[in-house]
């Protein structure tokens, strides 16, 4: 969507959303003040994300399912977290122990994979919550209380990954995607980084600053990854200028920290994204920045401060790299439709007795499963430490060769 469509498209803000985004507004202005008139992109994600009272995760609006901003899998379907528990019951009879889900948005994930794997007999020691937004752990604690007792007292809140290493499952949906990036633009003659600054009228506008030498270290890794000899334009870089695009440096971090926290398992992550080489391909010039506001998706991010989503796709090249760097093994990544038709999604729609219940599955499943929607745009990848078996989830495809 262009610039000119945002603008007209997007629904008019209510009273209090307004008031609530011209006090993010303001601490965005102040911190740009501060850095002397230019904020890196990510420092302004911090702000309009993340800032206790004021960011988009930490305040109260709705965010997840039809009545919010955007859907994830849980919400359109009870059969992904039925999948989904498939494989983590797997892995929890090879390693023992427990579930850590990271960011668990509804609770409608950590519902569907409990009640599953009781049904299975695998149920884990405890299912473990890490969650950053008070506003939606209190969502998930008061979802997760419907739960019968054996379930619900399972269950238990962590405000940091847990000091002692556990054994088991780690669960990320959709979490790598919402971590804060930086974006880059190929100028005529410099690499330049995007940040964020004030119009005389003190409104939000782009502004770009040369690159420092950390992002360009970022920058020229992916470059050198990419392989490419020669390319039909001039300078350093294999992407022509006015190319523009996004990395994540919280990345390797943050992976090196989910491998500190796992002694023996797997970690699971499911995001939308691609391979570096389909990631940063020239063609893809503008990048992979989305907005989401009220079920419609942009490329504005200084709309609405503090009142939509802003994500970037994954780089799985750059999480698998991480993983293996932090000591853990690429032991799957795939498609989400390979996943969850290897997990037995199929047999979950066709084990419904009710026509009308079967129609309504099948279509929640084709949601789930087709590449116009969520079935290519999304995948699976498995980090493991300590496990050697194959992972069923990963017996339809293999795309590791793609890395």
Same mark, same amino acid.
């Given at each position: 969507?262009?610039?000119?469509?945002?603008?007209?498209?997007?629904?008019?803000?209510?009273?209090?959303?307004?008031?609530?985004?011209?006090?993010?507004?303001?601490?965005?202005?102040?911190?740009?003040?501060?850095?002397?008139?230019?904020?890196?992109?990510?420092?302004?994600?911090?702000?309009? %994300?993340?800032?206790?009272?004021?960011?988009?995760?930490?305040?109260?609006?709705?965010?997840?399912?039809?009545?919010?901003?955007?859907?994830?899998?849980?919400?359109?379907?009870?059969?992904?977290?039925?999948?989904?528990?498939?494989?983590?019951?797997?892995?929890?009879?090879?390693?023992?122990?427990?579930?850590?889900?990271?960011?668990?948005?509804?609770?409608? %994930?950590?519902?569907?994979?409990?009640?599953?794997?009781?049904?299975?007999?695998?149920?884990?020691?405890?299912?473990?919550?890490?969650?950053?937004?008070?506003?939606?752990?209190?969502?998930?604690?008061?979802?997760?209380?419907?739960?019968?007792?054996?379930?619900?007292?399972?269950?238990?809140?962590?405000?940091?990954?847990?000091?002692?290493?556990?054994?088991?499952?780690? *669960?990320?949906?959709?979490?790598?995607?919402?971590?804060?990036?930086?974006?880059?633009?190929?100028?005529?003659?410099?690499?330049?980084?995007?940040?964020?600054?004030?119009?005389?009228?003190?409104? %939000?506008?782009?502004?770009?600053?040369?690159?420092?030498?950390?992002?360009?270290?970022?920058?020229?890794?992916?470059?050198?990854?990419?392989?490419?000899?020669?390319?039909?334009?001039?300078?350093?870089?294999?992407?022509?200028?006015?190319?523009?695009?996004?990395?994540?440096?919280?990345?390797?971090?943050?992976?090196?920290?989910?491998?500190?926290?796992?002694?023996?398992?797997?970690?699971?992550?499911?995001?939308?994204?691609?391979?570096?080489?389909?990631?940063?391909?020239?063609?893809?010039?503008?990048?992979?920045?989305?907005?989401?506001?009220?079920?419609?998706?942009?490329?504005?991010?200084? *709309?609405?401060?503090?009142?939509?989503?802003?994500?970037?796709?994954?780089?799985?090249?750059?999480?698998?790299?991480?993983?293996?760097?932090?000591?853990?093994?690429?032991?799957?990544?795939?498609?989400?439709?390979?996943?969850?038709?290897?997990?037995?999604?199929?047999?979950?729609?066709?084990?419904?007795?009710?026509?009308?219940?079967?129609?309504?599955?099948?279509?929640?499943?084709?949601?789930?499963?087709?590449?116009?929607?969520?079935?290519?745009?999304?995948?699976?990848?498995?980090?493991?430490?300590?496990?050697?078996?194959?992972?069923?989830?990963?017996?339809?495809?293999?795309?590791?060769?793609?890395?």
């Amino acid at each position: 969507m262009t610039s000119a469509d945002a603008l007209t498209n997007l629904p008019p803000l209510q009273a209090d959303e307004a008031q609530h985004g011209a006090r993010v507004l303001q601490a965005v202005r102040d911190a740009i003040e501060r850095q002397g008139g230019w904020l890196a992109f990510d420092d302004y994600l911090r702000i309009v %994300l993340y800032q206790p009272g004021l960011g988009y995760y930490s305040a109260g609006s709705a965010k997840l399912g039809s009545g919010g901003d955007f859907v994830t899998a849980p919400e359109v379907s009870e059969l992904f977290g039925r999948a989904l528990a498939r494989q983590c019951g797997e892995v929890l009879q090879l390693a023992g122990g427990d579930v850590l889900e990271l960011g668990a948005g509804s609770g409608a %994930l950590a519902a569907g994979v409990l009640v599953t794997l009781q049904q299975l007999g695998r149920l884990p020691q405890h299912y473990y919550i890490l969650e950053v937004s008070a506003d939606l752990r209190r969502r998930q604690q008061q979802r997760l209380a419907s739960l019968p007792a054996e379930l619900h007292s399972r269950v238990q809140w962590l405000d940091a990954l847990p000091e002692a290493p556990l054994a088991g499952v780690v *669960l990320a949906n959709e979490v790598a995607d919402a971590l804060p990036f930086k974006r880059f633009l190929i100028g005529a003659d410099a690499l330049l980084e995007r940040g964020v600054a004030l119009s005389a009228q003190g409104q %939000l506008i782009d502004a770009e600053r040369p690159a420092d030498s950390a992002l360009r270290a970022q920058v020229a890794h992916v470059a050198e990854s990419l392989g490419q000899p020669s390319w039909p334009w001039p300078g350093p870089w294999p992407w022509p200028p006015g190319y523009q695009s996004e990395v994540c440096p919280m990345l390797s971090p943050w992976i090196a920290a989910i491998a500190a926290a796992l002694s023996h398992g797997v970690a699971l992550l499911i995001d939308y994204g691609l391979a570096r080489h389909e990631y940063y391909h020239p063609q893809r010039f503008d990048g992979t920045l989305r907005c989401h506001f009220r079920q419609r998706a942009h490329d504005q991010p200084l *709309l609405y401060p503090g009142l939509q989503d802003i994500s970037a796709w994954v780089d799985f090249t750059r999480l698998a790299e991480a993983g293996v760097d932090a000591g853990l093994t690429l032991a799957g990544y795939c498609t989400q439709a390979a996943f969850l038709l290897a997990n037995g999604i199929e047999a979950d729609v066709a084990a419904s007795e009710a026509t009308l219940d079967r129609a309504r599955l099948a279509s929640q499943a084709r949601a789930l499963l087709l590449p116009g929607a969520m079935g290519e745009t999304f995948k699976v990848m498995a980090l493991a430490r300590g496990l050697t078996a194959p992972l069923r989830g990963f017996q339809y495809q293999d795309l590791r060769g793609s890395l």
